[in-house]
């Protein structure tokens, strides 16, 4: 049996992770096609490949911070690659400064940019209220970042469902026709990739990988839990609702995998949804959404470099004084770190963001995906042994 104290805690762990992989990116469709539909009828499945090797690999790095105390990012790489830390605790720090300077930076442009069509306030008053919100809710700590995430959760969830179901049947029609086209070896009118299997289930790789850069935000998390059980339970929730989450989303984008339109989407979502019904009220909602998945990244980000700092810092103090000066150096950090990406969203990084995310996934295999395979055989050999 679950306690009802012990459920919150799990719930609220995967809602973290839902809402740290729902950014601009996804809401908007884009990331959608640029991993998956592009890739033809193969990609159509590899969502469930990719959010399983995501919750696989998360679910060994949170239980090691569990069974380990580790619960900041360099705490958990220095116990976990042991002599070899000097060189890949820096490695993945140089992979969270690349993550800390990318996903807040694309939020702030991709919510502010949303907002100011939206709304019609100049770019960078956007991107400033979106930094406000981000700096508040980061600087009060993880509890209340667990909390901001499982409310925009049900948030973003029940506004897909709101966009994408009534749309679904409206254009079943030409959903069916898309599958159709895809089953017969078509990718859609903006792809420039194969529908081989093989380019379909590379993508989805580096698609989880560069998810997987975000693991050491997760760290912080499992410090609350009570038994090991519960960061099963987290990652199954994570895997059923990423998945569903992602899956209805994909099916909803076929209606115009192959509309001429497409080439020139930017958004992707916006097309999908005047092609359907009623795009004068869903059209806000999509817009809304885009800027909660914005903020919800850019929140979970910029918290988990927080709590690095903060902890770091007061490693040589005793408790009382650490808790005494532990709000200051929160928000001195999360001041710091929010500035940093809004000014950084000032350029409008987004042309770079395909060139970055990919190095950035490159990056990860090799500071935590070969790492962690490596670590499970040798755990597997010793316990043989």
Same mark, same amino acid.
């Given at each position: 049996?679950?306690? &009802? ?8 762990? +995967? ?32 969502? #469930? ?47 969270? !400064? ?93 792809? &420039? ?14 698609? +989880? ?7 050491? !935000? ?45 080439? %020139? ?48 810092? %007061? &490693?040589? %103090? ?9 709000? &200051? ?14 000014? #950084? ?35 597997? #050999?010793?316990?043989?042994?």
């Amino acid at each position: 049996m679950i306690s &009802k104290d012990r459920m919150p805690l799990a719930v609220g762990i +995967a809602f973290v992770a839902f809402t740290t992989q729902f950014g601009g990116g996804f809401a908007s469709g884009a990331q959608l096609y640029q991993y998956f539909i592009n890739y033809g009828l193969w990609g159509i499945f590899m969502p #469930i490949v990719a959010q399983l090797l995501l919750s696989l690999f998360f679910w060994y790095g949170l239980r090691y911070a569990f069974r380990n105390h580790t619960y900041d990012y360099r705490s958990f790489s220095n116990h976990f690659y042991g002599k070899l830390s000097p060189v890949f605790s820096n490695l993945y720090e140089i992979v969270y !400064l690349m993550l800390i300077f990318l996903a807040p930076a694309v939020a702030f442009a991709t919510g502010g940019a949303t907002l100011n069509t939206l709304t019609g306030i100049p770019y960078w008053l956007c991107t400033l209220i979106i930094g406000i919100f981000i700096f508040l809710v980061a600087m009060f700590g993880t509890a209340i970042v667990r909390k901001c995430a499982s409310t925009l959760s049900v948030i973003i969830i029940i506004g897909l469902l709101v966009v994408l179901v009534p749309n679904i049947i409206a254009q079943w029609d030409s959903i069916c026709s898309s599958f159709g086209q895809l089953a017969s070896g078509l990718v859609p009118v903006a792809s &420039k990739e194969s529908g081989s299997l093989g380019s379909a289930l590379w993508s989805a790789i580096v698609y +989880a990988l560069f998810q997987l850069a975000s693991i050491g !935000l997760m760290y912080q998390h499992v410090e609350p839990l009570s038994e090991e059980k519960q960061v099963t339970r987290s990652m199954i929730y994570m895997f059923v609702v990423n998945t569903a989450t992602i899956m209805l989303s994909i099916i909803g984008m076929l209606a115009v995998a192959f509309n001429d339109g497409l080439a %020139e989407a930017s958004v992707p979502m916006l097309l999908f949804v005047n092609s359907g019904v009623g795009a004068k009220v869903l059209t806000p909602i999509i817009s809304i959404l885009i800027i909660l998945g914005s903020v919800s990244t850019g929140v979970n980000m910029i918290a988990g470099i927080v709590t690095r700092v903060v902890r770091q810092l %007061e &490693k040589k %103090e005793s408790k009382d004084a650490a808790r005494t000066k532990r709000m &200051k150096r929160s928000t001195l950090a999360s001041l710091l770190f929010t500035l940093l990406a809004f000014a #950084i969203a000032q350029f409008g990084l987004l042309p770079l963001v395909k060139v970055g995310y990919s190095y950035l996934g490159y990056a990860t295999l090799i500071a935590v995906g070969i790492p962690f395979i490596v670590h499970f055989i040798l755990h597997l #050999i010793r316990k043989r042994a």
